[in-house]
């Protein structure tokens, strides 16, 4: 699986992005997901994750209430709506890919595209 993340780029606080993810190679519907991110001098996160069939779905505490995931199998994507953005949400955000749902380290994930920078400013 190929995974080209987009959406990224500068705003202010409390303020949106939507990110993107789009998928190509197999059947994306196969596969769970997740939205990363990193920050300058700190480990990958998990932001939040969604099943194949999204029934279930997981967020980080940080971001609870303010990001939605969500996916479009017959589109081959999934998406981040991120809303009231703060300036601690800056970092570069990763989609990934995995076969079960469940996992939130990133070195349990098998697929990785190439991330998009979120800039929030204050």
């Known amino acids: 699986v190929q995974l080209q993340a987009s959406g990224g780029g500068l705003v202010q606080a409390g303020g949106s992005l939507r990110l993107s993810c789009a998928a190509s190679g197999r059947p994306f519907s196969s596969y769970a997901a997740g939205w990363f991110r990193q920050a300058p001098g700190k480990e990958r996160e998990i932001v939040a994750a969604?099943?194949?069939?999204?029934?279930?779905?997981y967020y980080e505490d940080s971001v609870k209430g303010r990001f939605t995931i969500s996916r479009d199998n017959a589109k081959n994507a999934i998406y981040l709506q991120m809303n009231s953005l703060k300036p601690e949400d800056t970092a570069v955000y990763y989609c990934?890919?995995?076969?079960?749902?469940?996992?939130?380290?990133?070195?349990?994930?098998?697929?990785w595209g190439q991330g998009t920078q979120v800039t929030v400013s204050s």
């Open positions: 990934a890919a995995v076969i079960w749902y469940g996992k939130n380290w990133p070195q349990e994930y098998d697929f």
């Open positions: 969604i099943s194949w069939s999204d029934r279930n779905i």
